[in-house]
């Protein structure tokens, strides 16, 4: 087994409970964790036998441009889509953060985290 990560990758949506926060936006940053078989690729050297990461930022985006109230959904969202997509992947971890959060001080970020597993 092997880990791929991919980091701080970094997007401007519309998620949250607050009106304001769907029309105006936010800054957020994505990380994500995924766990296959890495024995394939470190000796063929092919793209086809490993997680592509590029495949893995582009579900970020597209599931991050779709708008949310509560991040554990959209994080949801980059889970399943993965599961369904890749059938290397065998445990994907997300964070998802908003970058200061409107919540009534000063915080620099908010983040949820979500583990799935490929079930067998």
Known sequence: MGLIKVENIRVFAYHGCLKEETKIG?????????????????????????????????IIKEEMNIPSALLEHVAKRILKRIFKEDNMVTKATVWVSKLNPPIGGDVERVTIKMTNRRKK
Not at 28 to 34: G, I, N, P, Q, R
Not at 40 to 49: I, R, V
Not at 50 to 58: A, E, I, K, P, W
């Open 26 to 58: 936010s800054d957020y940053s994505v990380d994500l964790e995924v766990k296959a078989n890495l024995k394939t690729s470190s000796k063929t050297d092919k793209l086809e036998d490993t997680v592509d990461y590029v495949f893995l930022n582009r």
